[in-house]
């Protein structure tokens, strides 16, 4: 099973919600990703956790507060954000350690913010 | 520094081969990937190669690497319709945490 699913698919909030968007895995990986795809760009990295410690933010603005409460979740918390992060936002996960390991990533939630 | 490029649009027959080209800048560059992206959907990682290789063939997919010029391409034989998508092209360096870094993407079109 190489799966990683995301919820919700679609998601339209308000610059003043507050949502959270949740991924899962079950390959027993312990590095997960949350990456951020523009419309006709290439994902960006945002968050890396590995062994369930956050282990890269790449000066990702504090409306995103990314949390890993086990080694299967992941989880983005989004409060006050801006119509520009309105995105597509994979989640990834891979073996974790010193060595390369290739990534497979969910199918993505599309958040439209208004 | 890291860099990926590729060009950016690729149109093709259904039933030729697919070469779609990608350069990188990192001469440290470990792994290097191709992804697969549908209209509105995730990356499916189609196949990737180290660093030490020059060749790697999966079915109908074929990447060769020059790692002299820094040059990656991916072959598609016999493209099909399901084969239209964009395919990022992708790098990893060692020192841990797997950072990814993708190329801008080639569109594939495959008309009849």
């Known amino acids: 099973d190489t799966e990683v699913t995301q919820t919700p698919k679609h998601l339209v909030m308000g610059m003043t919600n507050k949502k959270s968007l949740k991924c899962e895995q079950h390959?027993?990986?312990?590095?997960m990703y949350w990456y951020k795809q523009k419309a006709k760009k290439p994902p960006e990295l945002m968050f890396v956790?590995?062994?369930?410690?956050?282990?890269i933010n790449e000066s990702v603005p504090s409306r995103f507060s990314p949390e890993c409460p086990n080694s299967s979740l992941l989880n983005l918390h989004l409060h006050a954000l801006q119509p520009e992060d309105s995105a597509l936002y994979l989640c990834?996960?891979?073996?974790?350690?010193?060595?390369?390991?290739?990534?497979?990533f969910g199918p993505g939630t599309r958040l439209t913010v208004t | 520094g890291e860099d990926v490029e590729q060009s950016l649009f690729l149109s093709v027959r259904e039933g030729d081969s697919s070469v779609i080209n990608c350069t990188y800048t990192?001469?440290?560059?470990?792994?290097l990937y191709w992804y697969k992206q549908e209209p509105g959907a995730g990356l499916q990682l189609l196949t990737y190669?180290?660093?030490?290789?020059d060749m790697k063939q999966d079915q109908r997919l074929t990447v060769l690497l020059n790692k002299k010029d820094k040059h990656l391409s991916l072959r598609i034989a016999d493209t099909q319709t399901g084969d239209s998508a964009i395919y990022f092209c992708a790098e990893t360096t060692s020192g841990g945490y797997n950072k990814l870094i993708f190329g801008a993407g080639t569109r594939l079109a495959v008309h009849p």
């Open positions: 990834a996960s891979s073996q974790a350690g010193q060595a390369i390991y290739e990534q497979y």
């Open positions: 190669i180290f660093s030490n290789m």
């Open positions: 990192d001469s440290s560059s470990t792994y």
């Open positions: 390959m027993g990986h312990r590095a």
């Open positions: 956790y590995s062994y369930e410690k956050l282990s």
